[in-house]
């Protein structure tokens, strides 16, 4: 059943959120290898809209790569499949794993993006995400009691992925 998206009415943090760490983490071992985390708390807006505070800033979002990086030993050669595989199982358990956004830069013209509140992909009509077409990396934004419980994060993987 769809829940409301509620994320940007969460509070700036001052620093990251050990959930938050944690959920990048867990991404990265039950991804096979393809994920990585390309950040997650920074204080900024977003990007391309200025006064617009960035869910980053609230702890709450992480960006998960799935570039291939062997000589600093990140990613996989075939990542971008590993990572869809990885985040159809994780949206199939969206409520179990906290996530209330995902946005996908790669596909053209402009990307797409899955929220809570539809429980569906939405393909953008109009440039909207700022590195769309082509980005290399998903962005996945938590709610508030999964981002700050480390715990609850380890526990939700566990129930969803029975292997790394």
């Known amino acids: 059943m769809p829940a409301p998206y509620v994320v940007p009415t969460y509070p700036v943090t001052a620093g990251k959120l050990p959930g938050t760490e944690e959920w990048a983490r867990q991404a990265a071992t039950h991804s096979q290898g ?3 985390n390309n950040g997650t708390w920074v204080h900024r807006d977003i990007r391309g809209k200025p006064g ?17 990086y062997p000589a600093q030993n990140k990613g996989t050669t075939d990542g ?3 990572s869809l595989a990885f ?3 994780a949206l199939a358990n969206w409520q179990t794993l906290g996530i209330a956004l995902v946005i996908d830069y790669w ?10 509140d539809r ?6 009509t109009a440039p909207t995400f700022s ?20 715990k609850a994060v380890q526990k939700a993987f566990a129930k969803v992925f029975t292997t790394p």
């Open 119 to 124: 429980e569906t992909w939405r393909k953008a």
């Open 80 to 82: 971008r499949a590993k």
């Open 34 to 36: 393809a994920l990585w």
């Open 131 to 150: 590195g769309a077409p082509g980005g290399d990396w998903w962005h996945v934004e938590l709610t508030l009691e999964l981002a700050t419980d480390p």
């Open 52 to 68: 617009q505070v960035s869910n980053h800033a609230r702890g709450v979002a992480l960006d998960l790569s799935y570039r291939f």
């Open 87 to 89: 985040m159809r199982t």
């Open 107 to 116: 596909p053209q013209p402009f990307g797409r993006s899955w929220r809570c």
